[in-house]
């Protein structure tokens, strides 16, 4: 990611556009030539040589200059008390333009499919709320297909999450299209698949581009419903990242949360979630963290979650 240009772009073989620049997807170790089909696949070696299910891959296409990845990105490098774990694909490719023109010259759209697992401290009581009002619009959702790419989500689960026999046992079970991530391994605050989502130079983000998306857990538990979804992976050149995300269920209830510097925003149209987010004590709102410094949750106005949602919206168009 450049500091200069703000942009996500590609390189192969050759030198980052400037020494400080952001890596958002490293695939180092070795590569190889596939003659049939023109291109070079560069990445880890259990990837390259053998097809093992993790690692980087990066596929570079001689004749039409098109990148594809595999793998885990590095998203959010920035944030503190906030994690980001993303693995799936992207793509882009190389423009037809001089050397020289390069650093300055707006690279070619790159577009992410993402698993990413969320980790924030948040109150439990309230993620009980919002995934119990989640069960109670189930019969008006649909359910994630995983049969339709069993493969993305073998991948995915695999990158970020630690190996287990428990793992590999959840993971086997999706031939049947179902999926029961063991609780112990899946450790995130919200793990979601299917997000689409595409750089923004403009707002120097990861931004969403299609409304929806699918939640898979919350808190370890299985959801594995798809839901409205708009989400934002905000990495400024000055690391200065941030996350906001926007949930609605086809009863209209709506869930926002914003995070940047140690400050967690919240908003809902769901009264009860509102109602116990309102009785908290000021020892919940505001604690200390390992380092001495604080984390706050913020109540916001319901204009900071449309203002995002605009903002969202407005981005993938």
């Known amino acids: 990611m450049s500091k200069e240009i703000a942009a996500v772009y590609p390189r192969v073989m050759m030198p980052l556009y400037f020494r400080k620049d952001r890596p958002v997807f490293p695939a180092k170790g070795v590569f190889r030539y596939d003659k049939a089909k023109d291109q070079f696949i560069f990445g880890d070696s259990s990837k390259v040589l053998l097809q093992g299910p993790t690692g980087n891959q990066l596929v570079f296409q001689s004749k039409t200059g098109r990148l594809e990845a595999e793998g885990k990105f590095n998203l959010g490098s920035g944030l503190k008390y906030y994690r980001i774990d993303a693995a799936g694909t992207a ?93 112990k391994d899946n450790t995130f605050t919200l793990l979601f698949s299917g997000l689409n989502m595409r750089w923004d130079m403009d707002y120097q983000s990861l931004v969403s581009r299609t409304p929806e998306a699918g939640l898979i857990s919350i808190l370890g538990d299985p959801v594995n419903q798809k839901v409205t979804c708009y989400a934002e992976f905000k990495m400024p050149s000055n690391d200065d990242d941030r996350v906001y995300f926007y949930l609605k269920l086809p009863n209209e209830i709506y869930y926002y949360y914003g995070y940047r510097n140690g400050i967690l925003e919240l908003n809902s149209n769901d009264n009860r979630f509102m109602d116990e987010a309102g009785k908290m004590k000021s020892s919940e709102l505001v604690t200390k963290t390992a380092d001495g410094e604080t984390y706050e949750i913020q109540i916001v106005e319901a204009s900071r979650a449309q203002m995002f949602l605009r903002r969202a919206q407005a981005a993938g168009k």
Not at 106 to 131: C, H, S, W, Y
């Open 91 to 183: 793509s882009t490719q190389f423009l037809d333009v001089p050397d020289s023109l390069q650093a300055q010259t707006p690279p070619a759209p790159v577009d992410f499919n993402l698993i990413a697992g969320l980790t924030f401290n948040v109150p439990e009581k309230l993620l009980r709320l919002m995934q119990n009002e989640i069960a109670s619009a189930s019969f008006a959702t649909s359910p994630i297909a995983y049969l339709a790419n069993i493969d993305y989500y073998k991948k995915g689960f695999a990158e970020i999450m630690p190996p287990s026999k428990e793992l590999q046992e959840a993971l086997n079970s999706l031939s049947t299209g179902v999926l029961g991530l063991p609780k």
